[in-house]
């Protein structure tokens, strides 16, 4: 709104750290010609544009869970600066709407009483502006927003909510409406151009934006056409005139243009008598205006597609060794190393030849040509050697389909929802595949166990046998029977849970079970989930820990319960303690991080004990330490109704876990916890827009905005299901292996794999959907989550790895020691 140009999208990701703007902007043009600037608000305006403002008071825009101080802090120098008269222009900039959206979404109780307080504001403003205006001081007070917000809360997608905002302006002699009364549509990129047209500004130079200034006062013909004129020239001369291609189009929008022009010549000639004439030229300036911008704009984007195929091809050679290499050598290691080498000085060596293009001789460019046009033999000779040198040292590529064809389904399985990203409803409607698969899989295995009771109540009623051989038959029939009741469970809790979140494009507006519970004013249905929720929290960690330790860790999780339930009973979102003080939830939380800093000490002195005493428990309690760890910091991140999806996944996770041991399918497992983790992904409200990730979380228990802090707390919030599934996985191999190190080490290479299959795949479909019309709204984001997702995997498996790593170490030093002292 200020430069009117478009900004990158990489811009989502640098907003946190925003650095001076140095191109052309309306407050370079206010300051170059004199005017004085004042601005309260945002900080991120001092950051852009800073030694703008003669006076200033900036807060950051980052603190989400702040309400008040930063519009308070506003609002107490209005009246001061409304009885100066030395200064040109004011901006204010609010966020407690803002942030009331992040944290309450569009229906919470602070919406309204934070409205009618805007009211009063600009109420406040307009009489001044009235009265100045009557007293000949042209004023012109404009309200608008910077962005909408979703019905579900958030913003950062593409939907008519976020997208569209009103655009009020006070103190002109006309109203932003058509002449049949509804409301015109302009776009941000319109407002600096407009702004510096009604201060008698030079446009800036980097506007793409056409000026509206005529729906805002009551222009003459002469002074409405004149604008026209200045602003296709100025788009034309600063920024249509550069472009290096598109010629054809350079050249039919060229003639366009001197025709536009020369009909606005011939009306000055006639000193403005054929008033027919002016529509008209209305109408051409208008087309021509916007041919120019939406070519600009899709000129803007460059994609560099050599890095890109250098980076596919190197996912495509990870990918390659991860499925096939099953047991390297460290001869193999140094091949691997030196070839890898290689390749990358080879590709980097290229790229740098490529982008000195436009300085190098035609001599080296010949040779440059000649290298590229060589370039698709060396990927395929590197991929030959690469796949001749994993068969050749390791297990065959058919391991990939070896096994029993329950297998091949789930693998097809994942491939078909890697292939579905090759369209946009697709990935805006991800969550539905999921909810397709994980639900076909769960009736699968109640299918399966349905039919063995069925064989065994018809061989009880056909057959006589022995009693011994009944009795073990009836045990088996007890425990399909279980088992069948905790699979119909978990089936119609994937009904129930769906509905826990509306998530999605299409359908995420729908009330859900979240909404419900936020609007009930009695709050006794979310108080009693967030209980039941840490509850069966409490249960699960006493039920799987050390017999020996459990009260210990059951006095433990009595306590971080308490915190965690405090933390939103400060917020509000649960019933209130009698005789509890106010609190804001920071000591709350505080001490929730002080009893977990306890409990993490209590855990490393008792694998102390473990090592002197039963090292074969080792591995097992490291394990189920990391996992009891993550679901304890994610209870307190989550929502007060999300923290019940933990037990239950941990829940499903242990029934499937079972279910594939008893039936001898643990090559499933990693397929099964990898879809398990996407399916409560998604029942968590996260979607593939970046409007459904829950800022307040990154803010839980802080006072100030801490980046990292905030990010990390975002991370963890956000894939807190993907991890939690990994972990568990990892926890239920290793309970029957002898080598704990080996165990992790296979199964994270294979959940790797088949991660950054996807996001290679997906890299693929986003260099070929390049051009697409949602590439930014659809497939764009989709990366972004993609990308995060592959890291916060890779850290999480790195971390196992390493901890398992060092207590392989420990024990066989361990060992060594103990061995030495028997000798």
């Known amino acids: 709104m200020m430069t009117g140009t478009v900004p990158n999208f990489i811009d989502v990701i640098l907003n946190f750290g925003s650095k001076s703007l140095q191109s052309d902007s309306l407050l370079h043009q206010l300051k170059r010609h004199g005017h004085r600037l004042v601005f309260y608000g945002d900080d991120t305006w001092l950051s852009l544009f ?121 103190g002109g002699t006309r109203c932003l409406h058509q ?55 100025q788009v034309f001369e600063d920024r249509f005139r550069k472009l290096t291609h598109h010629q054809w189009q ?118 440059l040509n000649m290298l590229l046009f060589l370039y698709p033999d060396l990927v395929i000779g590197v991929l030959y050697i690469n796949y001749d040198f994993c068969v050749n040292n390791s297990l065959s590529l058919t391991k990939f389909t070896k096994g029993s064809r329950i297998r091949v389904v789930f693998q097809i399985g994942t491939l078909l929802h890697i292939a579905s990203f090759g369209g946009s409803s697709f990935i805006e409607e991800e969550h539905q595949t999921w909810y397709f698969l994980w639900a076909s899989t769960i009736t699968y295995f109640l299918y399966c166990y349905s039919t063995k009771l069925l064989m065994h109540y018809r061989y009880v009623l056909t057959s006589i046998k022995m009693r011994t051989e009944m009795s073990s038959r009836c045990s088996d029939s007890k425990c399909h029977v279980g088992l069948c009741v905790k699979l119909l469970l978990i089936l119609i809790g994937h009904r129930v849970l769906r509905k826990l979140n509306s998530t999605g494009d299409k359908w995420a507006h729908l009330p859900d079970i979240a909404r419900w519970l936020k609007e009930d004013d009695s709050k006794v ?129 242990s029934t499937i876990d079972a279910v594939l041991r008893e039936n001898d399918l643990l090559n499933l497992e990693i ?47 956000t894939y807190s299901a993907p991890v939690l599934a990994y972990f568990l996985l990892v926890y239920y191999r290793q309970l029957n292996q002898t080598s704990c190190t080996d165990t992790v080490m296979r ?15 997906y890299m693929i479909i986003v260099i070929s959907q390049r051009h697409h019309l949602f590439v930014w709204s659809v497939f764009s984001p989709k990366l972004l989550y993609e990308a995060a997702y592959s890291v916060t995997m890779c850290c999480s498996v790195l971390l196992t790895l390493t901890v398992t790593t060092i207590t392989n170490k420990i024990l066989l030093k361990t060992a060594t020691v103990t061995g030495v002292r028997v000798s």
């Open 671 to 717: 397929f099964v916890h990898c879809w398990l983790g996407n399916v409560f992904y998604f029942y968590q409200g996260n979607s593939n827009s970046l409007a459904s990730i829950d800022v307040a979380v990154g803010y839980v228990g802080l006072r100030s905005y801490m980046p990292f802090v905030t990010g990390v707390y975002l991370v963890i919030n």
């Open 250 to 367: 350079i050249e039919y929008i060229h003639r366009k243009y001197l025709s536009a022009v020369n009909l606005y010549a011939v009306w000055l000639s006639m000193s403005g008598i054929q008033n027919g004439m002016v529509e008209n030229i209305v109408s051409s300036y208008n087309t021509i205006l916007k041919e120019m911008k939406d070519t600009l704009i899709s000129s803007i984007v460059e994609y560099d597609f050599f890095p890109m195929a250098i980076a596919v091809l190197f996912l495509c050679q990870i990918i390659l060794i991860l499925f096939s290499v099953q047991n390297i050598v460290w001869t193999t290691r140094k091949k691997t190393t030196l070839f890898f080498l290689v390749r990358c000085l080879l590709c980097l060596g290229l790229y740098y030849l490529y982008s000195l293009e436009s300085t190098i001789s035609f001599y080296t460019m010949s040779i």
């Open 747 to 761: 199964t994270s290479r294979s959940y790797i794999a088949w991660r950054l299959l996807t996001i290679t795949v």
């Open 525 to 653: 249905a979310m108080t009693l989930l967030l209980l039941t929720a840490l509850i069966l929290l409490i249960w699960i960690a006493y039920r799987y820990e050390s017999k020996e330790y459990r009260q210990q860790s059951l006095f433990f999780n009595l306590a971080i319960a308490a915190c965690i339930y405090l933390r939103h009973m400060s917020n509000g979102a649960v019933i209130k303690i009698l005789l509890y003080p106010p609190s804001s939830g920071i000591y709350e939380v505080r001490m929730f991080w002080g009893i977990t800093a306890l409990f993490v000490l209590s855990y490393v002195h008792r694998t102390t004990l473990i090592i002197k005493h039963d090292k074969r428990r080792f591995s097992s309690t490291v394990l189920f330490f990391i996992v009891n760890i993550w679901v304890t910091i994610s209870a307190m991140l989550h929502q007060p109704y999300n923290v019940i999806l933990l037990p239950m996944q941990i829940i499903a996770s």
């Open 179 to 233: 002449e049949d009364g509804e409301p015109i549509e302009i776009e941000q990129l319109d407002v600096a151009a407009t702004l510096s047209a009604a201060l008698g500004l030079p446009i800036p130079s980097t506007n793409l934006g056409s000026i509206f200034l005529d729906s805002i006062y009551n222009l003459d013909d002469a002074k409405r056409l004149f604008l026209f004129h200045y602003n296709s020239r």
């Open 50 to 170: 800073p030694y703008m403002f003669d006076r200033h008071d900036g807060t950051t825009s980052f603190f989400v869970t702040d309400f008040t101080e930063v519009d308070n802090n506003v609002t107490r120098h209005i009246r001061d600066e409304l009885n100066h008269d030395d200064w040109t222009v004011m901006i204010l900039h609010y966020l407690g709407l803002d942030h009331i959206g992040h944290v309450e979404g569009p229906f919470g109780a602070s919406i309204k009483p934070k409205l009618r307080e805007m009211d009063e504001i600009v109420a406040q403003i307009a009489q001044k502006v009235q009265n100045w205006n009557n007293d000949g001081v042209s004023t012109l007070l404009v309200v608008c927003g910077d962005h909408g917000m979703k019905d579900s809360g958030g913003h950062g997608g593409s939907t008519p909510q976020e997208t569209t905002v009103p655009f009020v302006t006070i």
